[in-house]
């Protein structure tokens, strides 16, 4: 038999004594694969427990019509793009920090409104990491939101703000990419 | 502006050049969360695509009724948990591994045989790493496997021939989590 430290983690049944039940804020972050996937994983099992969820992308092209947007739209779940896909190449920066604003101002009615259980705010760090949005405004947004309000944000460069605010934060870091050995990016898996 | 570095990570159509169209061996592992939330958000993603998905758990009981099981459930996707949800506190460890290595003949059969796109082998890395099922032989069925198969494989731990095979590995770890603040597990959110 092995240590204890490489057995699995013990499950949610085993959680004892006194414990907080609340919304947590979960950030995804780092340089690896998964922090968009995983907030999507939380949103397919929070549905699958019948709870209201839904996911504002900052960055993704208001175009966008990936696996995520696809099967949201197959279980009735309101996926949101509302970016312009900009990435380091791209020109006008205005025009994004303009869009991050706008789904900003959405956001904050969303959060506060209710409604939700699960709000996932993806590749939320940039605009914050860019200073589109000050990082101070989304902490008193968060603090403010209804007792039961899960929020999950996404992406790289997480503010040491919102992780000293947030619940939890994961680092997802790369190990191995298969872009490395040129394999192309594969439909399904990772868009 | 930043620097590339701190800017978002293009997207998959801005992949250039000829690039190899191919199934990934994909590893979730560490000791943080996301490892079974991000192979669930892909089972979720790739289901959007229309494409054939099951999840096999090693260590989950086989009457585990969490948010997964409820959302594979509501789509229509086999997700079987095969396990008896032995942690280190267990007793009888041989039941234990022998349930892995029934769900492990399955798994074979479901691999070779075909017919799905993505094939998610959860907390898998458990059996191998307990030496109750030989990493040499995972290795061979994952070379031996169809083309255009997907296989996602989570767990701590994850075997460093496992890892080497592998086209794809992420390691998920804890930044922060919210058991040291006292605060339990949230269902919908965490299982």
Chains 1, 2 share one sequence.
Not at 109 to 117: F, H, S
């Amino acid at each position: 038999m092995s240590t204890q430290q490489s057995a699995p983690e013990p499950g949610p049944q085993s959680v004892k004594g006194p414990r907080i039940n609340k919304g947590l804020v979960i950030v995804n972050t780092g340089n690896g694969k998964g922090k968009t996937t995983a907030a999507m994983g939380v949103l397919f099992r929070a549905w699958g427990r019948d709870m209201k969820v839904t996911m504002l992308q900052f960055i993704k092209h208001t175009t966008a019509n990936f696996g995520e947007q696809r099967a949201a739209q197959k279980i009735g779940v309101t996926v949101r793009a509302m970016g312009d896909g900009f990435t380091w190449r791209s020109q006008d920066l205005e025009q994004s920090a303009d869009l991050a604003r706008a789904l900003w101002e959405d956001a904050k009615e969303i959060i506060a409104t209710g409604g939700y259980d699960v709000v996932i705010l993806d590749e939320f760090t940039y605009p914050m990491h860019y200073g589109w949005i000050p990082v101070e405004d989304v902490v008193e947004v968060l603090r403010n939101r209804p007792d039961m309000l899960h929020v999950i944000i996404t992406g790289r460069h997480a503010p040491e703000g919102l992780v000293e605010f947030a619940d939890l934060v994961t680092e997802m870091n790369v190990v191995k990419h298969p872009y490395h050995s040129g394999i192309k990016a594969q439909p399904g898996i990772e868009f």
